[in-house]
């Protein structure tokens, strides 16, 4: 008996790795607010804002589009498949050496 419930645990956790693994960044779409009401999603994760990690330090990028990226690639790495309440916004902050840097932020969700 106890073989047996090992066999599904191993199977149940190798169904969920392959689907973790099939999901890719450019399968993570990126919802504004007004296309999905709260109950309509489950979250996964709010993005660079859950760890410990910004109040030492948070990502930045050359621009917008490179930050939603990498959102895109976390999200699906978590098993997502949608990002919600994303922006990004410009900083100029002391290491910066002049050019503008981008901070990105969004909440991964599973859309059904």
């Known amino acids: 008996?106890?073989?047996r419930?090992?066999?599904?645990?191993v199977a149940a956790l190798a169904a969920v790795l392959c689907g973790?693994?099939?999901l890719?960044?450019?399968?993570v779409r990126v919802?504004?607010?007004a296309q999905l009401k709260q109950g309509e999603y489950?979250?996964?994760a709010r993005l660079w804002v859950e760890t410990w990690r910004p109040k030492i330090w948070?990502?930045?990028y050359s621009s917008p589009g490179d930050g939603i990226a990498a959102l895109q690639d976390k999200?699906?790495?978590?098993?997502?498949?949608?990002?919600?309440n994303v922006d990004c916004y410009g900083n100029r902050g002391l290491f910066s050496l002049g050019s503008e840097s981008f901070t990105c932020y969004g909440k991964a969700i599973k859309v059904p």
């Open 75 to 84: 999200a699906a790495a978590l098993g997502a498949n949608g990002l919600i």
């Open 58 to 60: 948070v990502p930045t």
């Open 24 to 27: 890719k960044a450019e399968d």
């Open 1 to 3: 008996m106890e073989k």
């Open 20 to 22: 973790c693994a099939t």
């Open 31 to 33: 919802y504004t607010p």
């Open 5 to 9: 419930i090992a066999a599904i645990g």
């Open 42 to 44: 489950e979250p996964v």
